[in-house]
């Protein structure tokens, strides 16, 4: 920034200062962290719910929940969210009529 002042002040026919330096910024400072959102989390409202392994009827039904499973979102086609069970099976799919989010 200081950097930009001078070139910005060199430009208005002003002068830096004297005693202004180029500051050397540690990497850790300049790169921001990467900051991920949660997950949304969705929870599975009926007993017996099929989940499977693609967004629709026509796929393989991999197992079954109940009310209260939880799963981590991963993404959604049309009425289909696919995610990640707690404690079970990735990448599954459940319609969006059997869940709360």
């Known amino acids: ?12 026919g002003l ?7 180029a500051v050397s910024v540690p990497a ?4 921001a962290p990467s900051v991920q959102a949660p997950p949304q989390v969705c929870t599975v409202n009926d007993n017996g719910v099929n989940f499977r392994g693609g967004p629709g ?3 393989a039904v991999l197992g079954t929940v109940n009310r ?15 995610g990640d069970l707690w404690g ?12 709360n989010c």
């Open 1 to 12: 920034m200081l950097l930009t002042a001078m070139v910005l002040g060199a430009g208005l």
């Open 15 to 21: 002068a830096a200062s004297p005693s202004a330096q």
């Open 28 to 31: 850790a400072v300049r790169t």
């Open 57 to 59: 009827t026509g796929y």
């Open 68 to 82: 209260g499973q939880n799963i981590n979102v991963r993404g959604q086609e049309g009425s289909w969210v696919m």
């Open 88 to 99: 079970g099976p990735t990448g599954v799919w459940i319609h969006v009529a059997y869940l």
